[in-house]
Every structure is written in structure tokens, then in C-alpha cells.
């Protein structure tokens, strides 16, 4: 059995709690307020690009694994699998990419910004909990379509039909 819209809407479930903590925290009018939120998002958003920039190069190593894997197995493979692992390959190089930025963008001394106008922190604020948002939503589709391809690799080279 194929889920092909499986990716997609575990990504857009991770946007729509993302949304809901979005609508929950409320307005930010205040700067101070806001510098306060970014110190607080800052330090577990540290951690989160740090992981996710780690988990995307593992991908990135095993999906080339994979393929030596799928060379050498005796079934033939469609192009469907091969266009799977690219997708993979892709999103991770993504990834890869987007963390490093988010991982730059939490290093930055913003509280020590004193010619910054303090209107700036809340657009601040919602840009950096939206790259992480998107970075999580990104990651959970890796992951589930990481799944479905090994899901796939396995019901090709087991001999039974009960995978």
C-alpha cells in the first residue's frame, strides 16, 4: 500500500500546530516583550538546528548507502524508488541548508543590538519561531518519506507479501 500524501500532510500537520502556537502566544506589540520571546526561543532553537542539521547529513550518508544497497539487491527497482531517494536527498540538502541559517540567525547577540528599533523584535521574533517551524515541518516529511522508501526497499527484496 502506497501513501503517497502521507510527506505532505505530516509536514502540514507540524505548519498547523506551528499556526496554533502562533495564534495562542497572540500579538507582540511590545518590544521588550519580544526581545524576551526571541531569548526565550533562542536556546531550545539551538538545539532543534543542531539536530536537524546533524539528522540531514546522516540522511544525506545513509540515502548513498541505499542506493549501493539497491544495486546490489537481486530485484530490479522502478524509477519510483529512485525518484524517492532523490526527493530525500533533496529535502535533506534543504535542510542541511536552512539549519545552518537558522543556526546563525539564533547566535546573533540580539539583545546587545542597541541601535535596532525596538519595533524590529517582534518581526524578528516571528521570523525566526517561523524558521523553526518550517524546519520542523520539513524534517517530519524527510522522516516519513524516509519510511515509505525503506518500507518500499523492504516488500521488494523480502520473498513474503506481508510487509
Known amino acids: 500500500m502506497k501513501l503517497p500524501y502521507l510527506a505532505p500532510l505530516a509536514a502540514l500537520g507540524v ?7 502562533h495564534i495562542a ?33 546522516t540522511t544525506m550518508a545513509l540515502m548513498l548507502t541505499m542506493l549501493g544497497l539497491v544495486r546490489r539487491a537481486d530485484t530490479e527497482f522502478d524509477q519510483s524508488m529512485y525518484r524517492q531517494v532523490y526527493r530525500i536527498s533533496l529535502l535533506s540538502a534543504w535542510l542541511l541548508g536552512g539549519s545552518v541559517v537558522m543556526l546563525l540567525f539564533m547566535t546573533m547577540p540580539i539583545g546587545e543590538f542597541d541601535e535596532v528599533p525596538s519595533v524590529w523584535y517582534p518581526t524578528l521574533y516571528k521570523v525566526m519561531y517561523w524558521m523553526v517551524v518550517v524546519l520542523s515541518a520539513m524534517l517530519v516529511a524527510m522522516v516519513t518519506l524516509l519510511f515509505s522508501t525503506i518500507r518500499t ?10 510487509v
Open 15 to 21: 505548519m498547523a500546530v506551528g499556526l496554533a502556537g
Open 25 to 57: 502566544n497572540g500579538a507582540i506589540y511590545s518590544g521588550l516583550y519580544a526581545r524576551e520571546m526571541i531569548e526565550a526561543l533562542s536556546s531550545p532553537a539551538l538545539y532543534l538546528g543542531s539536530a536537524i542539521a546533524a539528522s540531514a547529513a
Open 153 to 162: 526497499l523492504i516488500a521488494n527484496i523480502t520473498p513474503h507479501d506481508d
